[in-house]
């Protein structure tokens, strides 16, 4: 068994995919997930693959506790916590990390502050690190601020809550209420896919209604409602939007369509562990795993491999994966499935507090099961120790060794042949990628040999790799450095030679870019740039967008959204008006193009079109 990484960077992958909100992905719901969602935790590195959040500095300490895991009825990173007052209010994460463990001599477990407070809560593994915790930074003095530390509150945990409003029969939130007397497969169709069981043309009228809402909501924003183009069309498109939108271009596949699986293990419904899809979330009190076998969305390979899975784990004598006390082993399964008909199975556990021999043994017979798959034959197989309490496949300490088959699998879309490794971004839907990237083909006017294209959040190249051929140049940049080995390995394998690929922050990669490009537009005044981004979720952060506008030489801008509510900052930002902060143009947003690459679900993306206004 090969260690591929002891220290592999995360990608955006699920960040790109709406659809993890609906079960798809595994550990969706966890603790930190919650957390985050819920009390607007703060990060202090977000880099372009999320928009800064922001909490006011009157949130008192039971709303901005965060959730961990229980021990009798509370969360374990609850229990050891403290509220430490007196910082220096610039101070980030990353200080006060660095405070804590050279003051502790070990590291906290997790730091929430916000913006421009004088206050954080510090948590820890264990009753005795927050007591040594609490004698070392009482009265520290750092920046010129006294620290002053307290023991904090723990917050309930909702699965305890949950069961107590259940023992005393009080009337639960109909928000987070499930309608119990449902078949099993129906309440997790519901979750999963909640446009399961209505015609599909129906599903795109729904979404043609709720993204025009959506993007009607996102020039109501103070520093763009007003503008010239955006008042004269609302009065002339329908929904009084700003700009004409086009019907939902619909999925050429509406079942079975998801290359990407992603199954929680957990306990089911009949207390057997289950491979699938939970019925609810960590904070509705719900954690019972059901079968994916009546998904309509998911890939049969993928239900069937799931299924032989199970079956393993079942016979295995090590548990599932706790969630409720972060104890166990299997934690998640992730089938990626190509068109050719290639498969590649990821298994997540926790090797951390097993014992070493009887791990081995439950490895060797993971391995024979897939190695010896027929129905179907699994190309490629791996395994992820992941110690983490949310699991998340950024975790910078996750290993990842490669049990057996092929390195990668290989798809192919527009004629173009991609290699997509275990962490690498691609579309879950292939057919109607292609759909999608047709219409950014014809999108793009200005697509001629006199274009540079430059492919903001480019993954492993599935956007300017196929456009390669119609442009004079192909700049892709990603965060994620695996995202970008492969891109320039499927630019080899295609013969695809004015494509250059570059990891890094966008904000940062496009000023070396533009330079570049200002040396070409010397030796041929007719070099125009379009820029094309495909952000995930919470959109490209601020720094991007500005730098993006900032350059004028980008003169046309395709933003492929996911998300069209995170992409709302975005927007205003990119079509303001010009001011002492914004000196460069505007851009104008001239059409908006539904493509549905989640039938069942409802998500569905939106290609924006913008150019610069006219001066």
């Known amino acids: 068994m090969d260690t591929v990484s002891s220290c592999v960077q995360g990608s955006s992958d699920s960040q790109h995919d709406p659809a993890v909100g609906d079960g798809s992905n595994t550990e969706t719901c966890t603790e930190e997930a919650s957390c985050k969602r819920l009390y607007n935790e703060t990060d202090d590195t977000q880099g372009q693959s999320g928009a800064t959040k922001h909490a006011d500095s ?63 809560f510090v948590t820890f593994r264990s009753e005795e690190q927050c007591t040594a915790a609490l004698d070392a930074l009482s009265g520290l003095h750092d ?39 449902l078949p099993l497969h129906e309440r997790l169709s519901n979750k999963v896919t909640p446009l399961w069981n209505k015609p599909y043309d129906q599903q795109l009228v729904l979404k043609k209604n709720e993204l025009r809402k959506k993007l009607k909501q996102v020039f109501t924003e103070s520093t763009i409602r007003d503008l010239q183009w955006v008042v004269t069309g609302r009065k002339e498109n329908e929904g009084g939007i700003p700009c004409p939108m086009d019907a939902v271009v619909a999925s050429p596949v509406v079942e079975g369509y998801r290359n990407k699986c992603e199954f929680t293990i957990g306990l089911g419904v009949d207390g057997l562990p289950t491979v699938g899809h939970p019925l609810g979330s960590y904070y509705q009190g719900i954690l019972q795993v059901v079968g994916p076998t009546h998904c309509k969305h998911l890939a049969p390979a993928a239900i069937k491999l799931a299924a032989a899975i199970q079956a393993m784990i079942r016979e295995s004598s090590l548990k599932y994966y706790n969630r409720e006390i972060h104890e166990g082993f299997w934690r998640q399964v992730t089938i990626r499935t190509s068109s050719s008909g290639e498969l590649m199975c990821i298994v997540m556990v926790k090797k951390r507090d097993q014992d070493e021999d009887i791990v081995a043994a439950e490895i060797s017979k993971l391995k024979t099961t897939l190695a ?21 496949r950024d975790d910078t300490d996750e290993i990842v060794y490669h049990l057996g088959g092929t390195a990668c699998i290989s798809e192919t879309l527009c004629g173009v042949s991609f290699q997509i490794s275990p962490k690498a971004f691609f579309q879950v839907n292939t057919a109607a990628a292609e759909v999608l990237m047709g219409i950014v083909k014809q999108s793009c006017a200005q697509l001629d040999k006199n274009t540079v294209l430059l492919d903001i959040c480019c993954g492993t190249g599935t956007i300017g790799i196929p456009l390669a051929r119609n442009v004079h140049k192909v700049y892709g940049v990603d965060i994620c450095e695996e995202s970008i080995v492969d891109a320039q390995a499927n630019c080899v394998s295609n013969n695809v030679t004015n494509c250059e ?22 030796q041929n005044k007719d070099i125009k740039v379009v820029g094309i981004v495909d952000p995930p979720r919470p959109g490209l952060h601020k720094s991007v967008i500005r730098e993006i506008r900032r350059n004028e030489g980008i003169e046309q801008l395709i933003y492929i959204s996911c998300s069209i509510g ?7 930002e990119l079509c303001r008006p010009r001011s002492k902060r914004v000196a460069s143009t505007p851009f104008v947003l001239k059409k908006a193009i539904p493509v549905d690459l989640f039938p069942q679900t409802l998500h569905c993306e939106l290609l924006l079109v913008f150019e610069r206004a006219l001066v």
């Not at 620290?147 to 259940?166: F, G, H, L, S």
């Not at 010896?372 to 998340?392: C, F, I």
């Not at 995170?566 to 205003?572: I, S």
């Open 566 to 572: 995170g992409a709302g900052a975005n927007v205003a």
């Open 372 to 392: 010896e798959m027929q129905d179907p034959v699994v190309t490629s197989s791996y395994l992820v120790d992941n110690a983490s309490v949310s699991g998340a």
């Open 501 to 522: 690929y570059i990891a890094g922050k966008a904000e940062d990669v496009i000023v070396r870019i533009m330079k570049g490009v200002a040396a070409d537009v010397q």
């Open 143 to 181: 920046r010129g601020c006294t620290w002053q530390a307290k023991r904090a509150e723990a917050k309930q945990d909702p699965i305890q809550n949950k069961r107590r409003r259940v023992e005393s029969k009080a009337s639960r939130d109909t928000h987070h209420c499930v309608d119990d007397s």
């Open 58 to 120: 009157d949130i008192s300490r039971k709303d901005i506790a965060c959730a961990g895991s229980t021990r009798a009825s509370e969360f374990t990173s609850e229990i050891y916590k403290l509220h430490i007052r007196g910082l220096n209010r610039n101070i980030h994460h990353s200080g006060i990390k660095k405070v804590v463990c050279n003051a502790c001599g070990f590291p906290p477990v997790k730091v929430i502050k916000a913006k421009n407070w004088d206050h954080c």
